[in-house]
């Protein structure tokens, strides 16, 4: 089993950026979702919301972020280091606000061009806690970004060929990993065999990671990333053969144990089961 594909995706909800070597944080992949586009009551805005977002390029640089999208200026955001912060959450029913640092007017008038809506751009200047303690199995504490609960998400390419099975079978098209948006993707494991990874620890490269269970699925697998075409698959078909207590499941979560440098083509090794 190897590592065959790594993606970030700097502003939450935009499209991803492809890597052969990333950085491993105790929060995630570094400048994975560290920026986050909220509204005027500073919840995150998404592509559950929004499948404007999939033509949101972003690159972050040394000290800030290029945004791009066809139709649109390039706009280099820098990375704020002072202002007043402000209280976002990732979602409306989230509990614990974080502080987060405004990007500032350049680049919510940029963002809320594309978007066709008046929204902020803000950035997370230092990983905090945003789910309350109790409220997930394995607890990630204060080591998550703006991603919606865990610190990285893996898929396998093999559990893609059974699903495009299914969907085949259905007389529906196949869809790509990109509906799924991971941040790794493992070939040579079997199909579903990250269920059996879930409370294991579990290493890539030189770096140990601890998964933390199977990933719940939402409507932005059905939008075509590239397009922003929005459907009813794959969802459809996970509801037949991967409802587990009402959770659509696909993927598993990731909990970074170290720090390092992951690389495509690192193998994946799972820990024996205790």
Not at 233 to 251: D, Y
């Amino acid at each position: 089993m190897r590592l065959s594909a790594i993606h970030t995706y700097p502003v939450k909800g935009c499209h991803r950026l492809d890597h052969d070597v990333a950085g491993v944080e105790p929060w995630g992949l570094a400048g994975d979702r560290r920026w986050m586009i909220v509204d005027a009551e500073g919840v995150g805005v998404t592509q559950r919301e929004t499948v404007r977002l999939v033509a949101l390029h972003a690159t972050p640089h040394g000290g800030g972020l290029l945004l791009r999208a066809e139709g649109h200026p390039e706009l280099d955001v820098p990375e704020p280091t002072d202002g007043e912060p402000v209280a976002v959450r990732t979602f409306r029913n989230r509990k614990l606000p974080v502080p987060a640092l405004p990007a500032g007017p350049a680049a919510d008038a940029w963002i809320s061009a594309l978007l066709g809506r008046a929204v902020r751009l803000v950035w997370l200047a230092r990983p905090t806690r945003h789910i309350p303690p109790g409220d997930r199995e394995h607890d990630t504490g204060d080591q998550v970004s703006f991603a919606d609960a865990y610190p990285l998400l893996l898929a396998t390419a093999a559990s893609l060929d059974a699903l495009n099975g299914w969907l085949a079978e259905a007389g529906e098209e196949p869809v790509p990993m990109a509906r799924f948006r991971p941040n790794l993707v493992v070939e040579g494991a079997p199909a579903w065999a990250e269920d059996d990874w879930a409370g294991r620890p579990l290493r890539i490269g030189g770096v140990r990671f601890r998964a933390a269970g199977p990933c719940d699925r939402c409507v932005v697998t059905t939008t075509d990333q590239e397009t922003g075409v929005r459907g009813k698959e794959p969802l459809r078909t996970l509801g037949r053969h991967r409802n587990v207590n009402r959770k659509l499941l696909f993927g598993l979560h990731l909990v970074p144990e170290e720090t390092g440098s992951i690389a495509v083509g690192d193998p994946l090794v799972p820990d024996r089961p205790a």
